[in-house]
Every structure is written in structure tokens, then in C-alpha cells.
């Protein structure tokens, strides 16, 4: 039985449509001084901004604030599959600092949508792959209205072990 809440909402088979980041997103993203971004196994994604305090106290030191975001895993490794899983993760601790970083979180508007983009293998080649080496990358996507602005964040060359950026897992 329906209760009369969700017998006035419409119903339907669409997703539903992204959240585009609000005012105090950007200015957390903008005054972090560190920013993390990650994939869970579960494929969820999101951003933490994180402030130092002037001031630390016994209980704190630093203030958080998350924000959800689309995320996905483009493989270029021969033999993934569609239902392969992946824990994803990058971090940038100077982000005050990072001229990088600062000019994207520059270009952030509100209203608009970001995407983790983690690119598996992108960059690897046959010299890598003797040595046991990936070549994976991390995108940023905003999308804006109709455009769609691609900011690359990351390049890492790395072992397939904890510290790598992009993992698979069961």
C-alpha cells in the first residue's frame, strides 16, 4: 500500500539528475588545504576538502566537508571485465600551494556537476607492463550546462599494490 507522500510524486524509470555543487562546496574547495578524492568499492564517489584550524585544540585540529560526486573507472588492461570493482584514491595535501589545483578550483561554478574520472592502464606501454608497472590517471570532469570541461589531475606510474591509485578489489 502506498502511503499518500509517494502516491504524489511522480514515478519514473530515470536516474535521477546529478547535484551541481553549491556555493559553500566551492568555498570549501577552494580553501582546503588539502583535497582528496575517492572511489569506493561500491562505485560512490566523493570529494573531501579539508581545512587545517589556526587554532588546534585538544580534540581538533582540522575541520572536514564532503561533497558526493559521479564517479567511474575507464579500464585499458587487457582482460577487465564490466563487473570488475575498483577502490580509487588521490590526494593533494598542498592544495593552497598547488597552482594545479588552484586553477580548476578557480574555474568551479555553481551549478555544476563533477565527475572522478580514473583512467586503468591509460598510460601503460610494453616497457611498463615487463616491469610489472601500471600507467593509470585521474580526470576531473565538470560539466556545465552543455559544455564539458576535462581538467587532468594525476599521472602515476606504480606497482600493482596498496599505494596504487586505482585498484581492483573482490
Same mark, same amino acid.
Given at each position: 500500500?502506498?502511503?499518500?507522500?509517494?502516491?504524489?510524486?511522480?514515478?519514473?524509470?530515470?536516474?535521477?539528475?546529478?547535484?551541481?555543487?553549491?556555493?559553500?562546496?566551492?568555498?570549501?574547495?577552494?580553501?582546503?588545504?588539502?583535497?582528496?578524492?575517492?572511489?569506493?568499492?561500491?562505485?560512490?564517489?566523493?570529494?573531501?576538502?579539508?581545512?587545517?584550524?589556526?587554532?588546534?585544540?585538544?580534540?581538533?585540529?582540522?575541520?572536514?566537508?564532503?561533497?558526493?560526486?559521479?564517479?567511474?573507472?575507464?579500464?585499458?588492461? /587487457?582482460?577487465?571485465?564490466?563487473?570488475?570493482?575498483?577502490?580509487?584514491?588521490?590526494?593533494?595535501?598542498?592544495?593552497?600551494?598547488?597552482?594545479?589545483?588552484?586553477?580548476?578550483?578557480? !574555474?568551479?561554478?555553481?551549478?555544476?556537476?563533477?565527475?572522478?574520472?580514473? /583512467?586503468?592502464?591509460?598510460?601503460?606501454?610494453?616497457?611498463?607492463?615487463?616491469?610489472?608497472?601500471?600507467?593509470?590517471?585521474?580526470?576531473? $570532469?565538470?560539466?556545465?550546462?552543455?559544455?564539458?570541461?576535462?581538467? !587532468?589531475?594525476?599521472?602515476? $606510474? /606504480?606497482?600493482?599494490? !596498496?599505494?596504487?591509485?586505482?585498484?581492483? $578489489?573482490?
Amino acid at each position: 500500500m502506498m502511503t499518500e507522500a509517494e502516491a504524489t510524486e511522480p514515478q519514473t524509470d530515470e536516474e535521477p539528475k546529478p547535484v551541481g555543487l553549491s556555493a559553500m562546496d566551492l568555498k570549501a574547495l577552494r580553501e582546503a588545504n588539502m583535497v582528496s578524492f575517492h572511489q569506493t568499492k561500491e562505485g560512490q564517489g566523493f570529494i573531501t576538502a579539508t581545512k587545517r584550524l589556526r587554532t588546534p585544540t585538544p580534540w581538533e585540529d582540522e575541520k572536514r566537508y564532503e561533497i558526493r560526486v559521479e564517479s567511474l573507472v575507464r579500464s585499458y588492461r /587487457n582482460g577487465s571485465k564490466s563487473d570488475d570493482r575498483y577502490a580509487c584514491h588521490y590526494l593533494t595535501t598542498t592544495a593552497q600551494y598547488d597552482e594545479h589545483w588552484r586553477t580548476v578550483a578557480s !574555474l568551479l561554478r555553481v551549478g555544476d556537476v563533477l565527475v572522478l574520472k580514473w /583512467n586503468e592502464d591509460a598510460g601503460s606501454c610494453p616497457f611498463l607492463e615487463q616491469r610489472n608497472l601500471h600507467g593509470d590517471s585521474f580526470e576531473l $570532469v565538470v560539466r556545465r550546462g552543455e559544455k564539458t570541461l576535462t581538467f !587532468l589531475l594525476e599521472e602515476k $606510474v /606504480n606497482e600493482d599494490y !596498496l599505494s596504487r591509485m586505482i585498484r581492483r $578489489v573482490r
